[in-house]
T-cell receptor, first 112, second 116 residues
Framework: DVKVTQSSRYLVKRTGEKVFLECVQD?????MFWYRQDPGLGLRLIYF???????EKGDIPEGYSVSREKKERFSLILESASTNQTSMYLC???????????FGPGTRLTVL | AQSVSQHNHHVILSEAASLELGCNYS??????LFWYVQYPGQHLQLLLK??????LVKGIKGFEAEFIKSKFSFNLRKPSVQWSDTAEYFC??????????????FGTGTQLKVEL
C-alpha cells in the first residue's frame, strides 16, 4: 500500500514567517508534487519534482520554493508567509509523470 | 495550456437517484483520465482511471465513467447513489505517459451532497 505522509495536519503561522511543509512517500516513486486546494478552485499545482534535486514550476509557484534532497522526501517552503497562502496543501507522488497520483492527508495552513 | 472543466460545481441528490458528473478537457492527443474522490476529512483517493482500451471504465463503489474521444469527455456515473457518496469529486487529465509536460491537470471539483 502506497503511503504518503505529511508532517502536520494543521499549522498556524504568522505573516512573514518561514514555513516548511514536509512530505514523505514510501513507494520509491520518481515523481512528487505539491498542490494547494482552495474552495471553488480545485487543485492547483505549485511545484513538482521528477528526480532528486530536480524540480519544475507548476501553475502557481510564486511565493514558494521546494527542495528534494532524497528520493522519498519533498519539501515545500514558504519563504515569507502571507495571509493569501492560507490554504490546504496536498502532497502527492506517482511512478510515472502522468500516472495515478497518491495523495497525502493534507496540511491545513493558516497564516495570521 | 491544457484545461479540464467540471461544469457542475454543486449537486444535491436524494438517495437512490442516478448520478452523472461531467468532465471535459481541451487536449486533442492521447490522454490518461482519472476521477478522484475526497470524502469529508479524508485524503484524495482514486475512483477509476482510463489509459486505453474499453472506453467504459468501472471503478470502486459502483462508479463508472465513459471516455468519449469525439466529445473530449470523461463523465462519471453511478446508477443509484448512497448517502455515503457525499464527497467532492475531481476529474484529472494527463497527456500520455512520458515527459515533464504531461503532469496531471485537475478540474475545479464537484461537491456532491446526497440527502436521505
Amino acid at each position: 500500500d502506497v503511503k504518503v505522509t505529511q508532517s502536520s495536519r494543521y499549522l498556524v503561522k504568522r505573516t512573514g514567517e518561514k514555513v516548511f511543509l514536509e512530505c514523505v512517500q514510501d513507494m520509491d516513486h520518481e515523481n512528487m508534487f505539491w498542490y494547494r486546494q482552495d474552495p471553488g478552485l480545485g487543485l492547483r499545482l505549485i511545484y513538482f519534482s521528477y528526480d532528486v534535486k530536480m524540480k519544475e514550476k507548476g501553475d502557481i509557484p510564486e511565493g514558494y520554493s521546494v527542495s528534494r534532497e532524497k528520493k522519498e522526501r519533498f519539501s515545500l517552503i514558504l519563504e515569507s508567509a502571507s495571509t493569501n497562502q492560507t490554504s490546504m496543501y496536498l502532497c502527492a507522488s506517482s511512478f510515472r509523470i502522468a500516472d495515478e497520483q497518491f495523495f497525502g492527508p493534507g496540511t491545513r495552513l493558516t497564516v495570521l | 495550456a491544457q484545461s479540464v472543466s467540471q461544469h457542475n460545481h454543486h449537486v444535491i441528490l436524494s438517495e437512490a437517484a442516478s448520478l452523472e458528473l461531467g468532465c471535459n478537457y481541451s487536449y486533442g492527443g492521447t490522454v490518461n483520465l482519472f476521477w478522484y474522490v475526497q470524502y469529508p476529512g479524508q485524503h484524495l483517493q482514486l475512483l477509476l482511471k482510463y489509459f486505453s482500451g474499453d472506453p467504459l471504465v468501472k471503478g470502486i463503489k459502483g462508479f463508472e465513467a465513459e471516455f468519449i474521444k469525439s466529445k473530449f469527455s470523461f463523465n462519471l456515473r453511478k446508477p443509484s447513489v448512497q448517502w455515503s457518496d457525499t464527497a467532492e469529486y475531481f476529474c484529472a487529465v494527463g497527456r500520455g505517459l512520458t515527459g515533464g509536460g504531461n503532469k496531471l491537470t485537475f478540474g475545479t471539483g464537484t461537491q456532491l451532497k446526497v440527502e436521505l
